[in-house]
């Protein structure tokens, strides 16, 4: 059974920074999309960064370039989301999901098509 388990979420204010985790099990696949997604209250839910297992390369919504950083431990299965100068409209759960398929099309979509996510996390950023 695959499974996805988030961490690191949190209160902090305006310019502050958190670090998600998210830990992956039960899958074995080596060529795989991996990503945060996150959802605002009365809000769609949105892509915020991907990274793709084998070729490394990654996304990032516009938002959140320049603020957060994503990047991937292959050996202990975990991959993070570094976000900096974090703004009050940052405030959203943000899941972790994995995509079998190699493509950004997930990340792009808000979540189409991605086979597994986890519980999710909450953000507060306070102004």
């Known amino acids: 059974e695959v499974q996805l388990v988030e961490s690191g979420g949190g209160l902090v204010q305006a310019g502050g920074s958190l670090r998600l985790s998210c830990a992956a099990s039960?899958?074995?696949?080596?060529?795989?999309?991996i990503g945060w997604f996150r959802q605002a209250p009365g809000k769609e839910r949105e892509g915020v960064s991907c990274?793709?297992?084998?070729?490394?390369?990654?996304y990032y919504v516009d938002s959140a370039k320049g603020r957060f950083t994503i990047s991937s431990d292959n050996a202990k299965n975990t991959v993070y989301l570094q976000m900096d100068s974090l703004k009050p409209e940052d405030t959203a759960v943000y899941y972790c999901?994995?995509?079998?398929?190699?493509?950004?099309?997930?990340?792009?979509?808000?979540?189409?098509?991605?086979?597994?996510w986890g519980k999710g996390t909450l953000v507060t950023v306070s102004a």
């Open positions: 990274i793709r297992s084998r070729r490394g390369d990654t």
């Open positions: 039960g899958f074995t696949d080596d060529d795989y999309t």
């Open positions: 999901g994995l995509d079998r398929l190699p493509t950004y099309i997930g990340c792009r979509s808000g979540g189409l098509g991605m086979d597994y």
